[in-house]
């Protein structure tokens, strides 16, 4: 296992050094793009530093690649994307997207009954649209309580208080597009004519 990943770390450098003069950016811009300094940058370009994932996570955001991308991970033949669920407390996210920065999509599974407990509101940068797929989704939205149902969307800028949960005593799912900075997602409402 040790021997993949020093494998793998190998072609980091150059890759981080090809990925930053495709871009036409200088390591002091890098450095202030990503907040780590210009010998720490130096050093991994050359390789004579081994990148840790603090440092890979930005650095794959400032180029806009994924960190497979970044690490040049060996292709397994198979065409899937093999994402990981991630679990918070009731809340199953599943990423459909692997693109750094941009839109992200997720399918979100909510246990039942978790939209039974007091709602606690959050905030954060960005703009969200749901869409109901299964179940029935308790949305708090500022000083709105809804219940969206199988085939109802919704669209938020997240600044604003929200909070989700199931309506009831069965699972709810939902997909979910994210942009960070706040972009909006864009769809057609009807067929052109002609």
Same mark, same amino acid.
């Given at each position: 296992?040790n021997?993949?990943?020093?494998? %793998?770390?190998?072609g980091?450098?150059?890759?981080l050094?090809?990925?930053?003069r495709q871009?036409?950016?200088?390591?002091a811009?890098?450095?202030a793009?990503?907040?780590?300094?210009v010998?720490?940058l130096s050093?991994l370009?050359?390789g004579a530093r081994?990148p840790?994932l603090?440092?890979?996570?930005p650095?794959a955001r %400032?180029?806009n690649?994924?960190l497979?991308e970044?690490?040049d991970?060996p292709p397994?033949g198979d065409?899937r994307?093999?994402?990981?669920?991630?679990?918070?407390?009731?809340?199953?996210?599943?990423?459909l997207?692997?693109?750094v920065?941009?839109?992200q %999509?997720f399918?979100?599974i909510?246990?039942?009954?978790?939209?039974?407990r007091?709602?606690?509101?959050?905030?954060?940068?960005?703009y969200?649209?749901?869409?109901?797929?299964n179940g029935r989704l308790?949305?708090?939205l500022?000083?709105?309580?809804?219940v969206?149902q199988?085939?109802?969307?919704a669209e938020f800028d997240t600044?604003?208080?929200?909070?989700?949960?199931?309506a009831?005593?069965?699972p709810v799912?939902?997909?979910?597009?994210f942009?960070?900075q706040g972009e909006?997602?864009?769809?057609?409402?009807?067929?052109?004519?002609g």
């Amino acid at each position: 296992m040790n021997d993949d990943l020093d494998r %793998a770390l190998e072609g980091v450098g150059p890759r981080l050094r090809e990925l930053r003069r495709q871009r036409e950016t200088t390591l002091a811009e890098l450095s202030a793009e990503t907040g780590i300094s210009v010998s720490t940058l130096s050093r991994l370009e050359s390789g004579a530093r081994r990148p840790t994932l603090e440092q890979l996570l930005p650095l794959a955001r %400032a180029h806009n690649v994924t960190l497979d991308e970044l690490v040049d991970a060996p292709p397994t033949g198979d065409p899937r994307v093999h994402m990981r669920p991630i679990n918070r407390g009731g809340m199953q996210m599943l990423p459909l997207t692997r693109r750094v920065g941009g839109i992200q %999509a997720f399918k979100i599974i909510l246990g039942p009954n978790s939209g039974r407990r007091e709602p606690t509101p959050q905030t954060h940068e960005g703009y969200e649209w749901l869409y109901v797929l299964n179940g029935r989704l308790r949305f708090v939205l500022g000083a709105h309580d809804l219940v969206l149902q199988p085939g109802e969307a919704a669209e938020f800028d997240t600044r604003e208080p929200h909070w989700f949960g199931a309506a009831d005593d069965e699972p709810v799912e939902f997909l979910s597009l994210f942009g960070k900075q706040g972009e909006r997602a864009h769809f057609r409402a009807r067929p052109r004519n002609g």
